[in-house]
């Protein structure tokens, strides 16, 4: 079985300081794993994903998140937060071909709040 | 090249009525998936389509069901809706099936299903 756990699920920042979105995971295999960002009413946007290459994975709008086996993580970081960086982060966890479920398990998201 | 579109973007039902949503993937793209998104559930999985075949089911009682047209078209139908079935759902495409290892999905703007 696979799942996986958006440690906050609301983190406030102040524009301009680093962010910090926690997930954590389970999986009997090694997984795909990807960050998506909601925007109020629009769907999911993918932001970056990993697939057992680099485990620094770099993203779209200056996101980045570690892979750490050891530690079952999966964080997304930003350096400096932006007004328009405002909205929800789904963290999720899924399997191939070689193991794991191949339905997509998301985590119940993290809400990021950006302070002028 | 144009993204996932779903229609209609908003739909009010009362109970017991039965509703019909349709999705058109990116071009090129094979593979459609539905999911049901709530404030109490998150983010659920409905059901993945492939070639007009479906691939793989998620845990939701047998009102809900779908299909998938020779142009990769994608339809979900609900019969006899509950107010539980109030929710946004969603539709993403990828080009290929799920067991590929990070495989994305491309997500709609979805319809938000309101039942009375």
């Known amino acids: 079985a696979q799942s996986v756990t958006q440690l906050d699920s609301h983190v406030s920042v102040s524009e301009g300081t680093p962010v910090l979105l926690r997930c954590n995971y389970s999986?009997?295999?090694?997984?795909?794993l990807f960050w998506y960002v909601q925007h109020p009413n629009k769907g999911l946007q993918l932001l970056l994903k990993y697939t057992s290459a680099a485990t620094l994975v770099k993203g779209i709008n200056g996101f980045e998140a570690e892979f750490k086996k050891s530690e079952t993580s999966f964080h997304l970081t930003k350096p400096s937060a932006h007004m328009s960086d405002a909205a929800e982060y789904f963290c999720?966890?899924?399997?191939?071909?070689?193991?794991?479920?191949?339905?997509?398990?998301f985590g119940r998201g993290t809400s990021l709040i950006v302070h002028p | 090249k144009a993204g996932v579109t779903q229609t209609p973007r908003y739909l009010i039902k009362t109970r017991g009525q039965q509703v019909t949503l349709s999705c058109s993937p990116i071009s090129g793209h094979r593979s459609v998936s539905w999911y049901q998104q709530t404030p109490g559930q998150g983010l659920q999985f409905l059901f993945e389509y492939f070639s007009e075949t479906q691939r793989n089911k998620g845990n939701f009682p047998g009102r809900f069901s779908g299909r998938q047209f020779s142009n990769s078209r994608s339809e979900m139908n609900v019969s006899t809706l509950e107010l539980g079935d109030s929710a946004l759902y969603l539709c993403a495409s990828s080009p290929g099936t799920s067991g590929r290892a990070g495989n994305e999905q491309f997500f709609g703007p979805g319809t938000r299903l309101t039942v009375l």
């Open positions: 999720v966890v899924r399997g191939h071909a070689s193991g794991g479920s191949y339905i997509p398990t």
């Open positions: 999986s009997s295999y090694s997984p795909s």
